[in-house]
Each structure stands twice: as structure tokens, then as C-alpha cells.
């Protein structure tokens, strides 16, 4: 590893790791594959600090759910994807999944790469200003989730950090669960798109492109918060080093010779750029529905 690697997927940081199979003091990894629906599930598991100190993570779980085959229009597949994501939605809510929940939509509409966040929310089913305006019976009789919502917009848009909006929110509505949605980074084109991580360590929003904002999470907003995240960019210096320190192995170079090969490529001001798939905007309305109907699921109302 001759670069530090831009990522927001924790899995992809343990990856980084250059023996596969080291243990890390303080993580524990599990993975499981459905190989009929061609479905991998990872669940990383930060345990204390020395563990997290090692992943530059916070203390957590963070369940990676890669599925290679959502690009493709099949609505079967991207029913069985849904369901995966509400199953460890539910595992990572717990009791407070019967509790209500205020669900934010992090990211830039305008940026189609960023508009994860936005388009799940247009496709939510709200549902808290029905029961404020029809009383807990018919709640009860409709078996409906208790759901309010979100989209705040970024900095450049509000002159606000979205922290502050949240923290706003949370004080006049008291949700007892957030739950943030956001585009994230990866440092594997074949994860863009194909990727949905959730943790319950909340989320630091931009730090996979360099440009971190104010963390949202339990300490911050007081309220526990749930991260779901799917990678739409990737960085490419990173394409640029990994492609080329393959091929350089491959030609015999020595691992000194490299290291100062990248470093000057470093130098040449790639750092700073970001590279999506030219399917991004089927990519993001395909995902967001299946994002959606996951929370709704989940959430909206109670079966």
C-alpha cells in the first residue's frame, strides 16, 4: 500500500490490510453469500478501542451488503436486495424501530452523484403528520410506523452545517432513532453502485472525498443514529495508482521503486478528482426506490 486509500466503506478499509487473514486486536469480521441470489453480506465488528484505532473507525458494526447484480433492471433481484437491507435495518433499530423516526436524505439533488440521499426521501412514505392530525387510533388500525423526513440540502445551499438543521429537528420533533442516507466514496469501481453499508455509528458526512463536515451521530444530535450509504464516486488517483502499481509488480519493479513511481504521480494533482459511472443517473433512481421500499418496509408500517 503506497497510498492512503479514500473510502468510506469499512470493509474496504480492513481490506486494506496487506495480509488478508491478519486478526486485528479489537475486529471481528464475518461474511456470509447467498449464492443463489448472488448476494454477499459482511458484517464488521469494532469491539473496542484499539480496534478502532486500527480501522480509524468509530466503535460499531457496519454491514456491508454487496450485490454485483443491481445495475440491472430486475425487479425480483432488487426486491431480494431490499429485503436484506430492511432485515439488518431492523437488527441495527431494535426495539426502536416501533418508535418514531425521523429519516434524512444527506446530499445535493443537483449533483446526481450526491442525490442518494434527496431521491430516497421523495419516495418515502410519510407518515407522522397523519397520525398528529388523526390520533393514535387510526394508527393503530392502519398498523402504521411513525415516519418524518428530510432533505437538508448542503452547506454551499443552507450556509448551514447540516448537524445544526438536524440538531433543530430532533429538539422540536424528539425522534427516538435517525436514520441518514448519503452517497459515500469507495476505492473499487466494482463496489460503485453495487455497495449499501449500514452501521450504527452514525456518519461524518464528505470524508470519503476530503471534504468533511461535523459528524452526525448519537453524541452529537443526542438521538442514536443509523448510517445507510451507497459508494458513487471513487477517487482517482486511486485508479490511477492501484492500475499501475499491478503493473509494475508484474514487470518485476521493486517495491521502493514503486513507492517514489506513485509519489510522483501524487504530485501531479490528480488527488482531488473523482470519477462516477456514465450510468449514474439509472444507477441512483434504481437504487434509491430499492433504498426506499426498504425503509418503508422497515419502518412505515408495522407487520
Known sequence: MFHRIRTDLALEVRESFQDDDVEIRGVE???EYDKKNNIRISILTIKDEKGARAMGKPIGTYITIEAPDISKEDEDYHRKVSDEIAKYLKKLAGDLKKEEILIV???NREVTPDALGPMVVDNLFITRHLIKEYGKEFKEKNNLGCISAISPGVMAQTGMETVEI?????RETKPKLIIVID???SRSVHRLNTTIQLTDTGINPGSGVGN?????NEESVGTKVIALGVPTV???FTIVADTMTKYMQEMGFSEEDIGKFISEIREKQIENMFVTPKNIDDSIKRISYTVSEALNSCFAQMV
Open 183 to 185: 452517497a459515500l466514496a
Open 29 to 31: 469480521l464475518k461474511e
Open 166 to 170: 438536524i440538531k433543530g429537528i430532533v
Open 105 to 107: 436524505g444527506l446530499g
Open 212 to 216: 468533511n463536515r461535523k459528524a452526525i
Open 234 to 236: 471513487v477517487d482517482a
